[in-house]
């Protein structure tokens, strides 16, 4: 589970800014399974913070999915969220650097949440926010997932060129 600040153009409705990314915008509050593909996705506006998006989406997750018993996050989701979770019934393990660690690195399970917003961000439509509606704008972030995992299908059905 994890968030992406996104910039949002004039027409966006959920326009607010994100201090700690130094953005005018929205976020994007995303769930993914240990594979990368995604489960929810919510949006929200710059300055809502990751545990106040991140305990509405456990909600949404939770109905969706009543079986879910992990979820991995970042250091952005506080106490609060990990609480929200236990009273759920699942456990949230929030994975941070080591103390004292500088520069880039791989941290457990965090790649696979980064790596799907590297895929969806090849959707040139979500560059930018430019939806006016919440709605519409969490469908293109489905529909972009949806493109991308039919792209992926239609690659390995193919019969191979060499009979």
């Known amino acids: 589970m994890d968030s992406q600040s996104v910039r949002s153009s004039e027409a966006g409705r959920g326009r607010s800014y994100d201090a700690g990314k130094r953005v005018n915008g929205c ?16 949006i929200t506006g710059g300055v809502i913070s990751e545990t106040a998006g991140g305990t509405d989406l456990l909600g949404e997750l939770s109905e969706q999915f009543p079986d879910l018993r992990q979820v991995w996050c970042d250091q952005g989701f506080r106490r609060s969220f990990t609480d929200r979770a236990a009273e759920l019934g699942i456990t949230a393990t929030v994975i941070s650097r080591r103390p004292g660690s500088v520069g880039f690195h791989v941290l457990p399970r965090r790649w696979v949440v980064e790596r799907f917003f590297a895929w969806i961000s090849r ?27 039919l792209r992926r299908l239609t690659r390995t059905a193919q019969p191979s060129a060499h009979i």
């Open 27 to 42: 976020k994007r509050m995303t769930a993914v399974d240990t594979e990368g593909n995604l489960l929810a996705v919510q």
């Open 123 to 149: 959707a040139r439509r979500l560059a930018r926010d430019f939806e006016r509606l919440m709605g519409t704008a969490i469908t293109v972030v489905e529909v972009a997932y949806v493109r991308m995992t």
